[in-house]
């Protein structure tokens, strides 16, 4: 079985793990990048995309904007990112997926999809992104097309978050480590793969429209 998965996010992070780690699992990867699609450039996008089972979406963060008191724009920018990209990419590939009977549609999203534990705007933007993989979820449940969402807590891997805040504040990097991490460890983007193989599965069919932690007991909410 000639199995194809569109990733996004896919030139770091951890859509540059999950690219790796699928096409060695034998996958037929389409990985999108910016240069296929520029999320905050969404103005007469006209995409042309693959037909895949599984659409793996993760592209996302916070574009440094902190603060209590962003502007409009800038939440845009944030959602954007995060979701209007992804809405822009489902709106086109999922169809095929309804046509088919069967399809795979899963979204990074985040702990602060279920607790403000980062700035308001992220915060803001990730629990919309859990609204949607419920609320999509339920919709497409009928048509044999599973859409869910992971929720990390902190990990690292090349080019994210945490590695840039390791490079910047080592300090604030350890004190992360020491008050949010049970484990006293930060976690690893190869940490994810597994429950991604599995959402990407036939055998996640009772998954739709749910976001799974996957914090190492980071969370402080019950979901």
Same mark, same amino acid.
């Given at each position: 079985?000639?199995?194809?998965?569109?990733?996004?996010?896919?030139?770091?992070?951890?859509?540059?793990?999950?690219?790796?780690? #699928?096409?060695?699992?034998?996958? +037929?990867? #389409?990985? #999108?990048?910016?240069? =296929?699609?520029?999320?905050?450039?969404?103005?007469?996008?006209?995409?042309?995309?693959?037909?895949?089972?599984?659409?793996?979406?993760?592209?996302?963060?916070?574009?440094?904007?902190?603060?209590?008191?962003?502007?409009?724009?800038?939440?845009?920018?944030?959602?954007?990112?995060?979701?209007?990209? @992804?809405? +822009?990419?489902?709106?086109? @590939?999922?169809?095929?997926?309804?046509?088919?009977?069967?399809?795979?549609?899963?979204?990074?999203?985040? /702990?602060?999809?279920?607790?403000?534990?980062?700035?308001?705007?992220?915060?803001?933007?990730?629990? @919309?992104?859990?609204?949607?993989?419920?609320?999509?979820?339920? =919709?497409? @449940?009928?048509?044999?097309?599973?859409?869910?969402?992971?929720?990390?807590?902190?990990?690292?891997?090349?080019?994210?978050?945490? +590695?840039?805040?390791?490079?910047?504040?080592? +300090?604030?990097?350890?004190?992360?480590?020491?008050?949010?991490?049970?484990?006293?460890?930060?976690? =690893?983007?190869?940490?994810? /793969?597994?429950?991604?193989?599995?959402?990407?599965?036939?055998?996640?069919?009772?998954?739709?429209?749910?976001?799974?932690?996957?914090?190492?007991?980071?969370?402080?909410?019950?979901?």
């Amino acid at each position: 079985m000639n199995r194809k998965i569109l990733i996004t996010g896919a030139n770091r992070g951890l859509g540059l793990v999950a690219c790796e780690s #699928f096409a060695k699992d034998g996958w +037929e990867v #389409f990985p #999108f990048t910016r240069k =296929e699609l520029d999320f905050l450039k969404l103005d007469g996008w006209n995409a042309v995309l693959p037909q895949v089972d599984v659409v793996l979406h993760c592209a996302g963060g916070g574009l440094g904007l902190r603060g209590p008191y962003l502007t409009a724009q800038a939440m845009y920018q944030l959602f954007l990112l995060n979701l209007g990209g @992804a809405l +822009e990419i489902n709106r086109i @590939a999922v169809p095929w997926m309804q046509t088919a009977g069967y399809g795979r549609v899963i979204h990074v999203c985040s /702990i602060a999809s279920g607790e403000a534990v980062g700035s308001v705007g992220y915060n803001t933007i990730k629990a @919309a992104l859990g609204a949607y993989v419920r609320s999509l979820g339920q =919709e497409l @449940a009928p048509y044999g097309v599973v859409v869910s969402g992971i929720a990390p807590g902190g990990f690292q891997c090349k080019g994210n978050s945490m +590695e840039r805040l390791l490079e910047r504040n080592p +300090e604030a990097y350890a004190d992360f480590i020491q008050t949010r991490l049970p484990r006293g460890k930060m976690g =690893e983007a190869t940490e994810l /793969i597994p429950l991604l193989r599995y959402l990407a599965s036939p055998e996640a069919s009772m998954m739709g429209g749910c976001v799974v932690p996957i914090d190492a007991g980071e969370g402080h909410y019950y979901s």
